[in-house]
């Protein structure tokens, strides 16, 4: 296969990212939102999306490189490439990109581009994604619904007792200013466990905190008093509460906390930290995001060491279904896959994207689909503005 080109889709909504006081839906990124989309000189196209700041991202796909390498934009970098194997160019990529990238929106947008290719090479072969990727060992996968805490304890109940109907076998709340207020905490934990019943809870309270627009982080005082309260709960895991430089506090935790499990992933990037990441033991849960990690080619070669080390995968995947169907094809090649993560907090944009979104089924499970989510072209161009 040759690349013929690689085009950024710059999305602009009028949502913001946030959640309310009542049980109404939160919201995730609708301001913004970039597609990549890579299609080849044999007529093959594939599409992916990307979490990250968008309009920064897209001129790291298409914009001005320089001459010198290491400096050229990804677009520059793959023109014109012939390929077989997606994992091929992965390293040319990252090192064309060195001295601005290595992480951050270079690798992020790296990360869209890398799932584009296995995409188009599952298209070119006439085979599904799942099984490109290893093979396909289930065809529905348990979903628990992604979404923000809401800002009092009668809100997170009603928004909890939603998803219990809509029949998600489990639900992540995040965020959404949690992990400030102890008391108010324990209300709304208690709010929510009740109203959730036998389906399971995860936590992802943040790793820093928003006060008043200035981010800062807890002290270790209200880091251990929040997961003691935590614990009495019991949640299926708590998430991503480190900040991700400090690798080794994973270890602390689960140590200091053995009532608790931790998962963690989405903030690293690259097979080094990932694999930095399982090496600290003190994961219960690696969290790769596809759209931040470097793609399919780096996740799928965390698979060994996570089943090794008795670590459950389970991907990070707060965007599009263009997101889910890439995080769905390479769960259902696992061993074990526990959970998918399913963003029920989707923007126009988000939800837009797609023709005909992924939808939950009467078990509590989503399909593995047989092919990516067609993208809706229509959409995408009336809400895309001029690079």
């Keep these: 296969m040759r690349i013929r080109d690689v085009t950024p889709f710059l999305l602009r909504g009028t949502e913001r990212y946030g959640s309310g006081a009542t049980g109404t839906e939160a919201t995730d990124q609708g301001d913004w939102l970039l597609l990549i989309r890579v299609r080849t000189t044999e007529g093959g196209q594939a599409w992916a999306d990307v979490e990250t700041l968008a ?46 990238g290595r992480r951050g929106v270079a690798m992020q947008a790296l990360s869209a581009i890398d799932n584009c290719l296995w995409a188009l090479r599952a298209q070119r072969d006439g085979v599904e994604l799942a099984d490109l990727l290893g093979g396909r060992r289930r065809d529905r996968i348990p979903a628990y619904a992604s979404t923000l805490f809401r800002g009092t304890p009668e809100g997170n109940a009603e928004a909890a007792r939603a998803y219990r109907e809509r029949g998600f076998r489990g639900v992540k709340f995040g965020w959404g200013g949690f992990g400030v207020d102890a008391a108010r905490d324990a209300e709304i934990l208690a709010a929510i466990t009740e109203a959730l019943g036998d389906v399971a809870l995860m936590v992802d309270p943040g790793w820093y905190l928003d006060e008043d627009g200035r981010p800062r982080l807890r002290t270790p005082a209200e880091e251990d008093a929040m997961l003691a309260l935590l614990a009495e709960h019991r949640p299926t895991w708590v998430e991503d509460i480190v900040h991700p430089e400090q ?63 008795g670590v459950q995968v389970v991907t990070h995947s707060w965007l599009t279904d263009l997101l889910h169907g890439y995080s769905l094809s390479l769960l259902a090649t696992l061993p074990s896959a526990p959970w998918v993560e399913f963003n029920v907090a989707q923007s126009e944009l988000s939800r837009g994207v797609v023709a005909t979104r992924l939808a939950l089924e009467s078990d509590g499970t989503v399909l593995v689909p047989q092919a990516m989510p067609e993208v809706d072209e229509t959409f995408v161009h009336r809400h895309a503005v001029q690079l």
């Design 55 to 100: 309009p920064v991202a897209a001129r790291v796909v298409r914009g001005d490189g320089m001459g010198a390498m290491g400096f050229r934009t990804l677009e520059e970098l793959l023109v014109g490439r012939e390929f077989e194997d997606p994992a091929e160019l992965w390293d040319e990529l990252y090192i064309g990109s060195v001295y601005y």
């Design 247 to 309: 690798f080794e506090r994973y270890a602390e935790l689960r140590r200091d906390h053995p009532a608790l499990r931790f998962a963690a992933g989405e903030q690293q990037a690259t097979r080094w930290e990932l694999g930095r990441l399982l090496e600290t033991g003190g994961l219960h849960y690696l969290q790769p995001d596809l759209s931040r990690c470097g793609g399919l080619t780096v996740a799928r070669g965390l698979v060994e060491p996570a089943v090794e080390r």
